[in-house]
């Protein structure tokens, strides 16, 4: 059987060590009405340097068992949103310190 990757969020993060829960969606068609349904479904991922943080989007693959529920690794984080809000922060950080830097300059 060929492994199996996934894309989805973390939505629990922190709560067991090098662990971190994924939540998978997907895409159903019911039967009867023919209307389309979001099922998800909730993964054990295995992440070695704690490095996932919430409402990362992951890519995560299928290896042997790691513990009891966790047979997924962490591969690779597509988007994380918490990072780039602390990008942001020290980037406006940085511009605020050098903007206060040049009006102290021009005071003398």
């Known amino acids: 059987m060929p492994p199996m990757a996934f894309t989805g969020i ?5 709560c ?5 829960t994924v939540t998978v969606s997907r895409w159903i068609t019911h039967k009867l009405t023919g209307k389309r349904i979001e099922r998800t479904t909730k993964i054990l991922a295995h992440d ?3 490095a996932l ?4 989007k ?22 994380s949103p ?22 102290s300059d021009e005071s003398y």
Not at 58 to 79: G, M, Q, T, W, Y
């Open 58 to 79: 992951v890519v995560i693959r299928n290896c042997p068992p790691i513990s009891a529920r966790k047979r997924f690794r962490l591969e690779k984080v597509i988007d």
């Open 16 to 20: 067991m060590n090098k662990t971190a």
């Open 53 to 56: 943080r919430l409402h990362d």
């Open 48 to 50: 070695e340097h704690n």
């Open 82 to 103: 918490e990072a780039e809000r602390e990008s942001a922060y020290t980037a406006a950080a940085n511009r605020q310190s050098s903007s206060a830097r040049t009006l």
């Open 10 to 14: 973390v939505t629990k993060v922190g």
